[in-house]
Nanobody, 123 residues
Framework: QVQLVESGGGLVQAGGSLRLSCAVS????????MGWFRQAPGKEREFVTT???????YYADSVKGRFTISRDNAKNTVYLQANSLKPEDTAVYYC?????????????????WGQGTQVTVSS
């Protein structure tokens, strides 16, 4: 059974930074494509960024240049460094995993999900 546990969310002022972590247990982490998604109140879950097992990355336009995804295969952990945060980045952030090669922007492509961590950016 694959389990994902996010951490690192919190309250931050606009312009600030947070680093989210997602620890993965079960399966072979280095084979997983990993993604970060977010969902704001009253809105649909949206893609943020993804990273392949080999480190290929892709970002939503809304976060490009501000957010960075990375992974440490030795620690079975994926990170999301979020800089220059804006109030519109406020959401519950979820990490997700699937066992296939490549990068994926659709939430339907992911098999496993974490419970989410709240990020709140005040103006």
């Amino acid at each position: 059974q694959v389990q994902l546990v996010e951490s690192g969310g919190g309250l931050v002022q606009a312009g600030g930074s947070l680093r989210l972590s997602c620890a993965v247990s079960g399966g072979t982490f280095s084979n997983y494509a990993m993604g970060w998604f977010r969902q704001a109140p009253g809105k649909e879950r949206e893609f943020v960024t993804t990273i392949s097992g080999r480190g290929i990355t892709y970002y939503a336009d809304s976060v490009k240049g501000r957010f960075t995804i990375s992974r440490d295969n030795a620690k079975n952990t994926v990170y999301l460094q979020a800089n220059s945060l804006k109030p519109e980045d406020t959401a519950v952030y979820y990490c997700a995993a699937n066992g296939r090669r490549g990068i994926y922007t659709s939430s339907g492509a992911y098999d496993y999900w974490g419970q989410g961590t709240q990020v709140t950016v005040s103006s």
